[in-house]
DNA sequence: AGGTGATGAGACAGGTCTGTCTCACAGTGC
DNA sequence: GCACTGTGAGACAGACCTGTCTCATCACCT
């Protein structure tokens, strides 16, 4: 028995899978499809994941965590709240121009699994709260708690839309657009009552 | 031959699969479920539709129609720009309030079609960029092209997004926070320069 | 009445899907 | 040497998918 290289294979089928349901949505993707790439035996993925939907979660909850590092780790560099959001922003940017780049794998999920109750929607739900509470947190040093929930929701509406114009290819308009508002929205929210 | 039953029999798979889709999704509903619930023969949906993508592409048109048409009725009650935007946001807020609601149908189908040459994922272009010209529109009777299409852009964010967050069960404050934002990019692009 | 063309119902083909099962093999402790 | 345990490879089951085909039926026109 290998634990560790047993879990290496894990996480090489999460990210091969990954890299599959970003490109082809996930049912387009086939168990055998992901198998094939990831260069596993069917039942060493099925020892690690009981079902493809258990697969999808676990998916969707590492690439939630990579974009938590990410963010974490640009949050580090910006000094002031401005800048922190700025930051966000300037990511996303660079995210949309990225060649493989396609579109949010939270936002598909939710379009493929619509049913509150189901697992997926409810990681997809955990991603965007955290999103939405990572903007608040940094908002809240600029403004008060109530505004900087609304202003927060803003903001996370305003990077939502720019990610799907983004998919239609109009990336670079969507986030210069968003970032503007973005700033004129943190300047009435923290200016005049 | 009676060519206006016919066009009564298409016209309802257009409808029927319109529900579906909506529900469950594209991939996940088969054929075999749209013609039961239509209560049609196979034959009849395939003598009118070559393909399901087919079928999927009328279904988005015919959407888009009704659409645009419910916003062009809104359009002549308004009368003021900034009238013709509000209307357009407190359209939406009903619509997320609606029990049948299960989040933006084109949304949905540029999650489940990402290829740019598919003819699904143009049928959503299209009416993503309609809606687009409709929001510049309104917008270049308050201020001048180039600001128009910046705060167009921006505002068709704020609807994507908003509708993305009523699909996780917050549309309210969703459409209260985009409709200020909303204003509050009005006033900010026609203002100062 | 008889011919014609559109339609409904469902069998069918060929492929793909998820998930299970069997069997061979490799490493480990005794 | 030998039992034991975890793993790889792939056959298999059973369901579902899209799209085609056959055949009976029915309205209409002459």
Same mark, same amino acid.
């Given at each position: 028995?290998?634990?560790?290289?047993?879990?290496?294979?894990?996480?090489?089928?999460?990210?091969?899978?990954?890299?599959? @349901?970003? =490109?082809?949505? $996930? !049912?387009?993707?086939?168990?055998?499809?992901?198998? /094939? *790439?990831?260069?596993?035996?069917?039942?060493?993925?099925?020892?690690?994941?009981?079902?493809?939907?258990?697969?999808?979660?676990?998916?969707?909850?590492?690439?939630?965590?990579?974009?938590?590092?990410?963010?974490?780790?640009?949050?580090?560099?910006?000094?002031?709240?401005?800048?922190?959001?700025?930051?966000?922003?300037?990511?996303?940017?660079?995210? @949309?121009? =990225?060649?493989? $780049? !396609?579109?949010?794998?939270?936002?598909?999920?939710? /379009? *493929?699994?619509?049913?509150?109750?189901?697992?997926?929607?409810?990681?997809?739900?955990?991603?965007?709260?955290s999103l939405r509470q990572r903007l608040q947190s940094i908002l809240e040093q600029m403004m008060p708690r109530g505004r900087a929930e609304s202003a927060a929701t803003t903001l996370l509406m305003l990077i939502e839309g720019a990610t799907l114009m983004a998919h239609m290819g109009q990336g670079?308009?969507?986030?210069?657009?968003?970032?503007?508002?973005?700033?004129?929205?943190?300047?009435?929210?923290?200016?005049?009552?």
């Amino acid at each position: 028995m290998t634990p560790s290289p047993a879990s290496d294979k894990r996480q090489h089928v999460v990210e091969t899978a990954y890299a599959l @349901f970003k =490109r082809a949505g $996930f !049912h387009s993707t086939g168990i055998d499809r992901i198998i /094939a *790439e990831a260069d596993v035996a069917k039942m060493t993925m099925y020892r690690h994941f009981p079902s493809k939907d258990e697969l999808i979660v676990e998916v969707l909850d590492y690439r939630a965590r990579r974009f938590d590092d990410q963010l974490d780790r640009l949050a580090r560099e910006g000094t002031t709240p401005e800048q922190k959001i700025a930051k966000i922003f300037d990511w996303h940017g660079r995210w @949309f121009r =990225r060649p493989d $780049f !396609h579109g949010c794998l939270f936002a598909h999920a939710l /379009a *493929e699994f619509g049913d509150p109750q189901h697992p997926v929607f409810k990681a997809v739900a955990r991603q965007k709260n955290s999103l939405r509470q990572r903007l608040q947190s940094i908002l809240e040093q600029m403004m008060p708690r109530g505004r900087a929930e609304s202003a927060a929701t803003t903001l996370l509406m305003l990077i939502e839309g720019a990610t799907l114009m983004a998919h239609m290819g109009q990336g670079d308009t969507a986030i210069r657009d968003a970032r503007k508002a973005a700033l004129d929205i943190i300047a009435a929210s923290r200016g005049p009552q």
